[in-house]
């Protein structure tokens, strides 16, 4: 079975602060996605990696790859009230089976 | 951009009734469904993969005569949680896909239900 651990589970940080927040498993993805989701709301998608060591920006959201593919990061600059939410990584399996498995989750709160 | 769109947005009915949640992709054809569940404040949890025209596949421990999944059109599926009980209130979601697994999947909006 695959899993996918984050850290921190929960996080409150004042704004302007940075953060990050890690995606770790023992196996290794074929890709992996940054998801956010508010409450009562099903998962935006943010970004897809695939290569390792692979990193992407979305404006002030860096997103890392591992090198091994089995690992990510996410790193927010100077957070804003706006970035509260629930982020979810969700990652590829390379089995035949293709399903989305999804992390633990990490719930930002950002105090204005 | 792809639209997947989950209808009912909130359910709350009494112990013991069938309650059906339908999940239709507006702009694409939809190969694969997906079937998720979520408990508050934890993350999504895979019940179920449907392909049009064929039995879902259901995730270990998911109970596939409780959950009912019928796919049968590139643009509809539909999750019945049958005689539903106060411990099957959660949050569903569903999410589509079009085409091979290195296509995205497209989520809707998600159904809350509240079994008294």
């Known amino acids: 079975t695959q899993l996918l651990e984050q850290s921190p589970q929960f996080l409150s940080i004042q704004e302007g602060e940075n953060l990050t927040v890690y995606c770790n498993s023992s196996?290794?993805?074929?890709?992996l996605q940054w998801y956010r989701q508010e409450p009562g709301e099903g998962p935006v998608l943010l970004v897809t990696?695939?290569?390792?060591?692979e990193v992407k920006k979305l404006k002030r959201l860096t997103f890392q790859f591992g090198d091994a593919r089995k690992d990510s990061s996410l790193h927010i600059t100077a957070a804003q009230p706006g970035d509260t939410g629930l982020y979810l990584c969700?990652?590829?399996?390379?089995?035949?089976?293709?399903?989305?498995?999804f992390g633990s989750g990490t719930r930002l709160l950002v105090r204005p | 951009g792809a639209v997947v769109s989950q209808h009912p947005s909130r359910v709350i009915c009494k112990s013991g009734t069938s309650v059906k949640i339908e999940c239709r992709s507006l702009?694409?054809?939809?190969?694969?469904m997906f079937w998720y569940r979520q408990f508050p404040k934890q993350s999504l949890m895979l019940m179920a993969t449907?392909?049009?025209?064929?039995?879902?596949?259901?995730e270990q421990g998911v109970e596939k005569d409780k959950f009912l999944i019928n796919h049968a059109s590139l643009t509809l599926s539909t999750l019945t949680v049958t005689s539903a009980h106060p411990e099957d209130s959660s949050f569903y979601i569903c999410?589509?896909?079009?085409?091979?697994?290195?296509?995205?999947?497209?989520f809707g909006d998600g159904t809350r239900l509240s079994i008294l």
């Open positions: 999410s589509a896909r079009d085409g091979p697994s290195n296509q995205p999947q497209h």
């Open positions: 196996s290794v993805f074929s890709s």
């Open positions: 990696v695939v290569t390792g060591g």
């Open positions: 969700a990652g590829v399996g390379e089995d035949s089976s293709y399903k989305l498995i």
């Open positions: 702009d694409f054809q939809a190969t694969t």
């Open positions: 449907s392909n049009e025209g064929s039995k879902a596949t259901y």
